[in-house]
């Protein structure tokens, strides 16, 4: 397929057209200013808390948290938005490009459920397409997502943990030159030569999606970020709201990208993948089909869904499942430390060999 794209991309002619005549909300901090007392911003001059600052508004993009992520990501600080995870990514992306009761998204299922739903709570439509068997893209969906503004691409894919090849992503990229392609690289840490974050510069229609809430263990304190065009990012910055990040948000998530933050990160992920190669091997040995592991999960589809939940919960264990058809056999185990997966393993090691004649062999859809 050729590189060469049929025209230039310019994100504006799929923005919503009242966003490029709309002046941004000025906050104070957005304004600035220099000066011992401030005034400007109706804030408490008290700080109450054992926290410093948080008695004032934070920085809309904080210039430490953006050039801390711009030197993890090698990605150029003017490209990098910071958000409540990447969820409020995604929302600000179909806020921005989509007009409700007109416009739609595409994504290919089973996969994460927020983009559909985000989709619909702002009244904008949802082609959901299908991933292959081997959970691929399928050979002919440029064809199928119609004028969809955005399609999204989960990858490492949730729940089902399969990647698609880097290349065959550069290629839905080349095939939808007139929409913007998101890559949610939610989980690349696990498995980072699948990321594209090196080809934003040759894609402008190209946004990848990241968070700390996975390999960076910071779930709760939301915080994720978009790499995309300088147009791109223009256009959000017109939506976003005017501190997306709390300042101890921001405190913390730097701290996580300081290189003794990236150290223990990486050591992290790599115990984990270890825990989740004994899981996904005890899992296998009971009789379940096991899809190859490539975030912080894996997938696992049995004979008797029902009988390995109730494994599970008899024992206290809280794991995911299913309503997708697709997915109705699954349940998908979230790699935890040594101590936890030992007890795991061990639930589907007792009575082995009647387990195994009791659940059989299930080939995967």
Known sequence: ????????????????????????????????????????ANESPFNNSPLDKVNRYPECQPPELINAYSRYSSVKASNIIASRGADEAIELLIRTFCIPGVDTIACFGPTYGMYSIS???FNVGVNALSLTDDYQLPQDWPAQIGNAKIVFICNPNNPTGTVIAKDKIEQAIQAAPNSIVVVDEAYIEF??????????????????????????????????FMLASDDIIDLVMRVIAP????????????????????????AQVASLVDQGKRLSNALT?????????????????????????????????????????????????????????????????????????????????
């Open 191 to 224: 498995c980072p030569d699948y990321s594209v974050a090196d080809l934003l510069g040759k894609y402008p229609n190209l946004v990848v999606l990241r968070t700390l809430s996975k390999a960076f263990a910071l779930a709760g304190a939301r915080c994720g």
């Open 285 to 365: 040995a009971y009789g379940a089909k096991v899809l190859p592991a490539n975030g912080n999960y894996v997938l696992a589809k049995f004979a008797d869904v029902s009988a390995a939940a109730k494994r599970l919960s008899d024992s206290g264990v809280v794991a995911r499942a299913y309503k997708d058809p697709r997915l109705a056999d699954a349940i998908r185990f979230s790699f935890t430390n040594e101590q936890q997966t030992n007890l795991i393993i061990s639930l589907f090691t007792k009575n082995l060999s009647e387990s195994v004649a009791e659940v059989g062999q299930k080939s995967l859809r």
């Open 1 to 40: 397929m050729s590189q060469t794209q049929v025209a230039p991309f310019d994100p504006n002619t799929l923005a919503r057209p009242e966003l490029l005549t709309l002046t941004p909300y000025q906050s104070a901090r957005r304004i600035g200013g220099r000066g011992d007392i401030w005034i400007n």
């Open 243 to 266: 501190y997306p990040v709390p300042l101890p948000v921001s405190d913390l998530a730097i701290k996580a990208l300081s290189p003794a933050g990236i150290d223990t990160m990486q």
């Open 119 to 121: 989709a619909a709570t």
